[in-house]
């Protein structure tokens, strides 16, 4: 027989539809049978939760997460990937194609759809490459790959330089109605770069990633997708001018999103400071104001997706001088914290923040999920939106703990996360 769970006494927060009012949340089957202020003590359950006035709010969906598996298991692993997701309100996440082989075929599609199935606690989909090995000079075999379950076709962190083969990639993927994402840059420009290009690095003596390199691979990728007519995934964008050039194109009837990572909205430049490694990621934290135009775009909606960036390295590949250290930082148990400290310090409604990591790229993929709605899947989160804290890296549940976040008060902590109805994660 399947147990019916109340959880009741909760501040209600649905992005999807923008309330934000007390309530509560009846589950069967995995599915959400009830939602809202009829939801109480009094009703009818095998098992009644007691919220305690928190919020409760559909799980996290993160669409920028590697790992290691398969090829780099020292750094992460499906199953650690999973109970790092799960212990930041982070339910459904997809995993990028970077690894040790790419996935960009059928077989390794439904190899991590069926590792993931065996050892992760929360839902994980998998992104293939849009290009053979991610080298950028033959494109994947989308239709089929498509089928299989990929949640949509990018380069990850490797740009397609060549201009035909991404227009061919992107008339092919248009013809199945396919997502492909791309993250902007220009490799003659970034290349062996360390930081954003200003003031700041030259008197740390670092080469610095100019934000050309960014807008000039935006501008030939959202005319590509014009001409293409592909849905188009701008991703990580860490500048005002790129914001503002989406917008425009999005105006002009390009099928064209765009997401964030957490932290370009939370640190700027100088945020790396006394060369620290652990903030040296790609794109680079840009200038204070790139980051205020970031938050402004949070707050007006024009942002799609927030995505943790979650790039796992271990110490040794960090603990190195700043120029040869690797790029990334972990950042699946600190997405929902960092929003929440940008929405109280800058006063942005709770459902405002959280949409671009509900129900905004549940959308994008077409899931489910995201939403605290009837029917819907009941992944949901449980936290303290106000709950101040210090980070430490060291009890982060990642395998690698390389988080920019180390030492960084926050607010906000989750308390409880279930998918489909099933606790995941309970913080003792």
């Not at 740390?204 to 959202?222: F, H, K």
């Not at 938050?295 to 700043?322: F, Y």
Request: with cysteine; proline share 6%; charged share 25%.
């Amino acid at each position: 027989m399947s147990t019916r769970r109340a959880i009741y006494n909760a501040r209600i927060i649905d992005p999807a539809t923008g309330v934000d009012d007390k309530g509560g949340v009846l589950i069967e089957n995995g599915v959400i049978l009830d939602v809202g202020p009829g939801v109480t003590k009094a009703t009818a359950a095998d098992v009644k939760i007691d919220a305690k006035g928190k919020a409760l709010a559909p799980g996290l969906i993160d669409l920028r997460v590697k790992t290691g598996e398969p090829g780099a298991e020292n750094k992460e692993t499906l199953q650690t990937a999973s109970d790092a997701a799960a212990a930041g309100g982070v339910t459904t996440f997809v995993v990028m194609p970077d690894t040790d082989p790419v996935i960009d075929s059928v077989a390794l599609v439904d190899f991590i759809k069926r590792r993931a199935d065996g050892v992760a606690k929360v839902k994980v989909h998998p992104a293939a490459g849009l290009t053979v090995g991610l080298d950028g000079a033959k494109m994947s075999e989308i239709g089929l790959i498509r089928e299989a379950g990929a949640a949509f076709f990018t380069n990850g962190d490797k740009p397609v330089e060549d201009a035909g083969v991404l227009r061919r990639a992107m008339s092919y993927a248009a013809s199945f109605n396919a997502l492909v994402a791309s993250r902007p840059d220009t490799p003659a420009l970034s290349k062996n770069t360390v930081m954003n290009a200003g003031a700041f690095a030259a008197r740390l003596g670092l080469r610095g990633a100019p934000p050309e390199a960014e807008w000039i691979a935006l501008e030939r990728d959202l005319m590509l997708a014009e001409t293409t007519g592909v849905r188009l995934l701008v991703d990580c964008i860490s500048t005002a001018r790129s914001l503002a050039s989406v917008e425009r194109a999005r105006k002009a009837g390009v099928k064209v999103t765009c997401s964030v990572a957490s932290y370009s909205l939370f640190f700027n430049e100088l945020d790396v400071g006394d060369y620290l490694t652990y903030c040296k990621v790609q794109p680079p934290f840009r200038t204070e104001n790139d980051r205020v135009a970031l938050i402004d775009g949070l707050k007006r909606g024009v942002i799609d997706a927030v995505v943790s960036a979650h790039d796992p390295q271990p110490t040794e590949d960090k603990r190195l001088p700043i120029a040869d250290a690797a790029f990334g930082a972990v950042g699946l148990e600190t997405l929902l914290p960092a929003l929440l400290s940008i929405a109280v310090r800058e006063e942005i409604p709770l459902a405002t923040a959280l949409k671009p990591v509900t129900s905004g790229p549940a959308d994008l993929l077409g899931l489910p999920q995201g939403r605290l709605a009837v029917g819907a899947p009941a992944d949901l989160v449980l936290f303290d939106a106000v709950a101040p804290w210090a980070c430490d890296r060291d009890d982060l549940s990642s395998r690698s703990k390389n988080s920019p976040f180390d030492g960084r008060k926050l607010e906000g902590r989750v308390l409880r996360t279930w998918v489909n109805g099933a606790t995941v994660f309970e913080r003792g």
